[in-house]
């Protein structure tokens, strides 16, 4: 399926290599995983504004695990439902870190979002009440200054909270094509990002952008670096995974490695992440392993590199953040969810 008057790059999908193996199809699927089939521009240095730098650099990384702690699951924490004969396990599905270094959790089966305290190790682990929610909630994002945007399974409005958890307003991106995440611009203005990788500023919850000024406002690339640049990742014909940075009609490539699969999870002041899978698909089970690669925008550095196992009982929406100087990873165990936090200078 092709865009009218574009030839799309091929994009890689949220939909991860475990998930598509409970659908129906799935080794159809599978045998283009991480791809769409729309026609992919070539990398190569006669495109236009295109610069191709060399492979991504294993530096020195400065990133260390700064903690892990696992919070139960219980009436009083999070909700969690295990697997059922006629349905998969369900449990927390996204989570966002504010600037002021605290971590909000879609916890869909309570009807909220939560706030998670102490998933740094620096206090006393505990949960409360951001918001009430409807229990479809999707995907979050926080804004600098601590406001909040949801996203829902059953309906294409976006709920904006204030800093203090009440709600400011909502927004459309019913026309939008495959809104994928969310994100925050300046002055609270809302960003619906589409898994062909494609930023629309919806606006903010007082001052909603009419529909042209939206579809019109389109940019390619997510996340938020600093200077204005936005990043994407893509597969080759090679099964390399490639880095994009986006500054207007300029781009430039870092390859990272091979793998069946990727997505771009975050990207922020001089750093962007990727996760990336692989699966073995030579075995008589299917094994898929996981890891999650953060490159400095500007000189290609990978500054963090670390592996994030076999998915755990079912995938988050959204199980990795990038937030002011770290990033988080949420997995979900029979024992409850595990969240590990990583320094991450750079990301400022």
């Known amino acids: 399926m092709r865009e009218r008057g574009h030839n799309r790059p091929r994009m890689l999908h949220r939909t991860t290599v475990f998930s598509v193996l409970f659908s129906v199809?799935?080794?159809?699927?599978?045998?283009?995983?991480?791809?769409?089939?729309?026609?992919?521009?070539?990398?190569?240095?006669?495109?236009?504004?295109?610069?191709?730098s060399g492979a991504a650099r294993d530096g020195t990384p400065s990133s260390t695990v700064s903690s892990t702690v696992t919070i139960p699951w219980g009436p009083q924490s999070l909700g969690f439902r295990g697997t059922l004969p006629d349905a998969l396990a369900q449990g927390p599905t996204a989570l966002t870190l504010?600037?002021?270094?605290?971590?909000?959790?879609?916890?869909?089966?309570?009807?909220?979002i939560a706030e998670i305290?102490?998933?740094?190790?620096?206090?006393?682990?505990?949960?409360?009440?951001?918001?009430?929610?409807?229990?479809?909630?999707?995907?979050?994002?926080?804004?600098?200054?601590?406001?909040?945007?949801y996203a829902r399974q059953l309906t294409s409005e976006v709920t904006v909270l204030d800093p203090e958890g009440t709600v400011s307003g909502t927004l459309s991106a019913r026309?939008?094509?495959?809104?994928?995440g969310l994100a925050f611009g300046p002055s609270r203005r809302v960003i619906?990002?589409?898994?062909?990788?494609e930023s629309f500023t919806l606006g903010s919850a007082h001052a909603p952008l009419a529909r042209e000024s939206t579809?019109?406002?389109?940019?390619?690339?997510?996340?938020?670096?600093?200077?204005?640049?936005?990043?994407?990742?893509i597969?080759?014909?090679?099964?390399?995974?490639?880095?994009?940075?986006?500054?207007?009609?300029a781009l430039t490539a870092f390859p990272l490695t091979e793998a069946t699969a990727a997505r771009l999870i975050g990207a922020r002041g001089d750093v962007a992440c990727a996760r990336l899978e692989h699966a073995d698909t030579?075995?008589?089970?299917?094994?898929?392993?996981?890891?999650?690669?953060?490159?400095?925008?500007?000189?290609?550095?990978?500054?963090?590199?670390?592996?994030?196992?076999?998915?755990?009982?079912?995938?988050?929406?959204?199980?990795?953040?990038?937030?002011?100087?770290?990033?988080?990873?949420?997995?979900?165990?029979?024992?409850?969810?595990?969240?590990?936090?990583?320094?991450?200078?750079?990301a400022r």
């Open 25 to 52: 199809g799935a080794l159809a699927v599978l045998s283009g995983c991480g791809t769409d089939s729309k026609p992919r521009e070539e990398l190569g240095a006669s495109q236009s504004g295109l610069t191709v």
């Open 98 to 112: 504010t600037d002021d270094g605290r971590m909000l959790v879609g916890d869909g089966l309570n009807g909220r």
């Open 282 to 346: 030579t075995a008589t089970a299917l094994r898929v392993t996981r890891e999650v690669q953060c490159v400095n925008a500007t000189t290609g550095d990978i500054v963090l590199r670390r592996e994030l196992g076999e998915p755990g009982e079912y995938v988050p929406y959204r199980e990795l953040s990038l937030g002011k100087g770290r990033l988080v990873f949420m997995k979900p165990t029979d024992k409850g969810l595990v969240v590990i936090t990583w320094n991450l200078e750079g």
């Open 215 to 233: 579809l019109l406002g389109k940019k390619q690339g997510i996340g938020q670096l600093s200077q204005g640049r936005l990043a994407s990742v």
């Open 235 to 249: 597969k080759d014909d090679r099964g390399v995974i490639t880095l994009r940075i986006h500054k207007g009609d």
């Open 192 to 197: 619906a990002e589409t898994s062909f990788q």
């Open 117 to 149: 305290v102490g998933f740094d190790g620096k206090q006393t682990l505990g949960i409360r009440t951001f918001a009430s929610t409807s229990k479809d909630i999707r995907d979050l994002a926080a804004s600098p200054d601590g406001a909040v945007a």
């Open 175 to 180: 026309d939008l094509p495959y809104v994928d």
